[in-house]
């Protein structure tokens, strides 16, 4: 499960998809495809989410690692390569790691 705390020790690797709405759908279907196939399994995967906007022209994936040499070696590995190439037909993306500085809850909540 996802949990988004300034002391928990990962890396949050996050990607931002831009994509005609046409091809939102199929998108989300590749990125589904890739993490269930391989993304998952690999070593020092913590957690991942994945978003679509309401207006159909991005589809962000919020992912934790243990590391960032967890998430290269992940990089390095065939299996996804067919979805994540294929996703780049019909998407732009912006990657960004990313470490939590602080979180917000509602004022009074515990």
Do not use: C
């Not at 499960?1 to 046409?22: G, K, Q, Y």
């Amino acid at each position: 499960m996802t949990r988004i705390s300034t002391t928990n020790d990962v890396i949050t690797l996050i990607n931002v998809f831009t994509v005609e709405p046409a091809n939102q759908q199929r998108l989300v279907e590749l990125l589904i495809e890739a993490t269930e196939v391989s993304v998952r399994q690999a070593p020092g995967f913590v957690s991942a989410s994945l978003h679509r906007s309401m207006d159909g022209t991005k589809v962000t994936m919020y992912a934790q690692w243990q590391s960032i040499e967890a998430y290269q070696a992940m990089r390095a590995d065939p299996a996804p390569l067919p979805f994540l190439q294929e996703a780049l037909t019909i998407a732009t993306f912006d990657p960004g790691i990313y470490e939590v500085v602080r979180t917000f809850e509602p004022a009074g909540a515990d």
